[in-house]
């Protein structure tokens, strides 16, 4: 009895045939098979089933494809895959060891930025004292060179001399755009054009706060110093000059004007002119008016702006900066200001928010121990708590954020040690 299995796929270039025939002339159950390759080649007319229906060498007619034979076929093919499933299974282990194989450089990374970023208790007793003055400079470099200006906004140079503007009030007051770039000041800008006050260009430039200005940003440089005037009904030449201290001439000639007569709402340039003492302290961002809320010796572990979750690494937008430092160190207003809240928060641990004037607000998190109380009015460094690590925390620091009409902004362009 001869059964014939017959695979056949469309255009394959050889077509197999195997013939498994049985002996029983022998006591032997094991096949003796023979195998007839039927060669079609790629140029010939397709080959179909009735070309190979009949054996080459005993002309037998073989018996015709049947549903029952299919089925057969199939149930064999499950077999066969069933066969092999089991066979494969004793490997089922591979999978889950690459896989964890895989993770380990993911976790890893991840562990690492974690302890990039932890805050962790500091001790001082051996801190290069180099490190901390270099820190501690930092607080007080920003916008306005150290020592760079008067009270009054008069440039003053590294002798401690004031700067005067050579320029002379004869010339009519010309302006020219400069933008500015990275390093630059106020001060430094109005040196490098040879203006003597500061209070020139933020006047000019309508500026509230110089520690907002920015890279790229396009300043307008009078080419003398002074501010402009609007006129008001009963102004004069005269009356202009005597309260800003300057010649009746020299407004004439910066302005080119060639009469005293005086229009109301038309602008005058008043050279020498600066703005008053309440005004410019506002321009210059409540410098005097900040301290940094921890007075001992601290590292900043983390900066305002974009950063890593120290815990899980997601990126994420920090609100303030974190001064690592022992737990226990005193924690001290930032300015004076009435409580608005004090308590428990599972991000900040033990908090407290202050209300300023102007629209500020300072936050202080992560403490141990909480020294005021709501509503209590609490002067510039006056102590508010202690450092700790309460909440969602690594370590132990202080979280301080500043509000400015409740947007957060980088405490250390206002605070000065």
Request: aromatic share 10%.
């Amino acid at each position: 009895m001869e059964n014939i299995l017959i695979t056949h796929f469309k255009n394959v270039d050889i077509i197999c045939m195997e013939i498994i025939s049985y002996n029983y002339n022998t006591y032997s159950t094991a096949p003796e098979k023979k195998t007839f390759k039927f060669t079609k080649f790629r140029n010939s007319p397709e080959l179909t089933y009735d070309d190979i229906l009949f054996d080459s060498y005993s002309k037998k007619e073989r018996e015709p494809v049947t549903l029952k034979g299919i089925f057969d076929n199939i149930k064999a093919m499950l077999a066969y895959a069933k066969h092999m499933f089991i066979a494969s299974a004793r490997y089922w282990w591979l999978i889950p060891a690459v896989a964890v194989i895989s993770s380990v450089p993911f976790f890893l990374s991840k562990i690492l930025n974690m302890m990039e970023s932890k805050a962790p208790v500091v001790s001082f007793e051996n801190t290069d004292s180099q490190l901390l003055d270099y820190l501690d400079s930092l607080m007080s470099d920003f916008a306005l060179e150290s020592q760079s200006v008067d009270e009054n906004g008069t440039l003053i140079s590294e002798s401690g001399a004031a700067l005067f503007n050579s320029k002379s009030f004869k010339d009519t007051v010309s302006f020219q755009t400069y933008v500015v770039k990275n390093g630059d000041t106020i001060s430094g800008i109005a040196k490098k054009f040879g203006l003597s006050n500061i209070s020139t260009l933020i006047a000019a430039n309508n500026i509230s706060n110089v520690r907002n200005i920015v890279v790229g940003q396009k300043l307008t440089i009078p080419s003398i110093d002074g501010m402009y005037y609007k006129v008001a009904a009963g102004d004069n030449i005269a009356s202009l000059a005597s309260k800003y201290g300057a010649r009746v001439e020299d407004i004439l000639d910066v302005n080119d004007l060639t009469s005293d007569k005086l229009l109301v709402g038309q602008n005058i340039y008043i050279p020498g002119a600066r703005m008053d003492a309440s005004s410019l302290k506002k321009a210059m961002g409540d410098v005097a008016k900040w301290i940094c809320p921890i007075t001992a010796k601290y590292v900043i572990s983390s900066y305002f702006g974009p950063r890593k979750d120290p815990i899980s690494g997601i990126s994420s937008n920090h609100k303030g900066i974190d001064l690592a430092c022992p737990k226990g160190t005193s924690v001290k207003a930032a300015m004076k200001g009435t409580v608005a809240a004090a308590g428990w928060s599972n991000l900040y641990g033990n908090y407290v928010i202050l209300n300023h004037e102007d629209g500020y607000q300072t936050l202080y998190g992560h403490m141990s121990k909480i020294s005021v109380k709501r509503g209590q009015v609490i002067n510039q460094g006056s102590q508010v708590g202690l450092v700790g690590s309460t909440g969602y925390s690594t370590g132990n620091h202080l979280h301080f954020t500043v509000y400015k009409n409740g947007t957060p902004v980088d405490p250390l362009k206002l605070i000065k040690k």
